[in-house]
T-cell receptor
Framework: AQSVTQLDSQVPVFEEAPVELRCNYS??????LFWYVQYPNQGLQLLLKYLSGSTLVKGINGFEAEFNKSQTSFHLRKPSVHISDTAEYFCAVSDGNAGNMLTFGGGTRLMVKP | DVKVTQSSRYLVKRTGEKVFLECVQD?????MFWYRQDPGLGLRLIYFSYDVKMKEKGDIPEGYSVSREKKERFSLILESASTNQTSMYLC????????????FGPGTRLTVT
């Protein structure tokens, strides 16, 4: 079974600073990778996904992530955060088999301070 | 626009009560899911449904059951609520089995006292 580890449960950062949220997954022959964001009192929204092709994936709201197969990582980055980026971020993986189910990491709470 | 709605945002129930959580999607999606979200554990899959009247157990089905009588509606049932079922419950839908994106509802925060 797949597993996903988000190494930081909370990341405090000042507004306009860069941020990286880390995600590692257990290896598999092929994986599909996702980042979801959950704003306060809302459901999850897809930020970006890696299915194939370029290892650098751009998503909504200025976020991007890089797929690194050798390190089994899919870290999320943003060069300059805003207060409105305060939310919980979830990394998820699917191996494309067994019904294409998603396995989620434990989440990282990004707290942007003025 | 994609829409998944859940019947309640907040719910308080007593131990032993039967609890129904309802989810409706308006996208004609085949697949629907129920997750439980707990701090530090992320989302864990309780049950899912590939199509009407079909259901499959997820990773943590114990203490839960589901019903899908119509394509747009997927219900989660707690037969006898317990305090360890206090959690946030999220419903999601997906177009079909080999689609990748799941669309989530706003969640129901259930407290069992």
């Amino acid at each position: 079974a797949q597993s996903v580890t988000q190494l930081d449960s909370q990341v405090p950062v000042f507004e306009e600073a860069p941020v990286e949220l880390r995600c590692n997954y257990s290896s598999s022959v092929s994986v599909y990778l996702f980042w979801y964001v959950q704003y306060p009192n809302q459901g999850l929204q897809l930020l970006l996904k890696y299915l194939s092709g370029s290892t650098l994936v751009k998503g909504i709201n200025g976020f991007e992530a890089e797929f690194n197969k050798s390190q089994t990582s899919f870290h999320l980055r943003k060069p300059s955060v805003h207060i409105s980026d305060t939310a919980e971020y979830f990394c998820a993986v699917s191996d494309g088999n067994a019904g294409n189910m998603l396995t989620f990491g434990g989440g990282t709470r990004l707290m942007v301070k003025p | 626009d994609v829409k998944v709605t859940q019947s309640s945002r907040y719910l308080v129930k007593r131990t032993g009560e039967k609890v129904f959580l309802e989810c409706v999607q308006d996208m004609d999606h085949e697949n629907m899911f129920w997750y439980r979200q707990d701090p530090g554990l992320g989302l864990r899959l309780i049950y899912f449904s590939y199509d009407v009247k079909m259901k499959e157990k997820g990773d943590i089905p114990e203490g839960y059951s589901v019903s899908r009588e119509k394509k747009e509606r997927f219900s989660l049932i707690l037969e006898s609520a317990s305090t360890n079922q206090t959690s946030m419950y999220l419903c999601a839908s997906r177009e079909r089995q080999y689609s990748y994106e799941q669309y989530f509802g706003p969640g129901t925060r259930l407290t069992v006292t």
